[in-house]
């Protein structure tokens, strides 16, 4: 790619917030929600990440792969999803950089960021998918 067009990707990825590609009002569990439930909600949703809420507060997030590992090592599903979240959950504000999140996330390992509004208060989900979509279209021209 040339260095003139990697400079107008750069400047669409600079001004694009992460709250174009977040998925908005995700699905929460709470922290003594079990592996099953947790896991079914996933399944009838099709989403792979859920923020656990205590209070109306973060307290962490769990994965579809935190699940099938704790039942993988016959843990049982009705153990409370507290248990296998991640407690340090990574949160950006809806005006971030879609780049920055991305980054963050990249230099993390990890597929999914918690986006917050203006008053803190839980947004909505980005994940590693949004960020190939926005990649997509942003390579594409669409932005």
């Not at 001004?15 to 699905?27: C, I, K, Y």
């Not at 809806?94 to 991305?102: E, G, N, R």
């Amino acid at each position: 790619m040339s260095e003139q067009v990697s400079n107008v990707y750069a400047k669409q990825e600079e001004d694009l917030p992460v709250e174009e590609f977040t998925t908005p009002g995700p699905e929460f569990a709470a922290p003594d929600d079990s592996l099953d439930q947790v896991l079914a909600l996933m399944q009838a949703h099709q989403i792979h990440h859920v923020p656990c809420v205590h209070e109306n507060k973060i307290v962490g997030i769990v994965s579809d792969r935190d699940i099938y590992k704790a039942l993988s090592e016959s843990r049982s599903g009705q153990d409370a999803v507290e248990k296998y979240m991640t407690r340090e959950v990574f949160t950006v504000q809806v005006s971030d950089p879609i780049y920055q999140v991305a980054l963050g996330m990249s230099k993390q390992r990890i597929n999914s960021a918690i986006v917050l509004d203006e008053q803190e208060n839980i947004y909505g989900i980005f994940t590693s998918t949004d960020a190939l979509n926005a990649l997509v279209e942003i390579l594409r021209g669409e932005l």
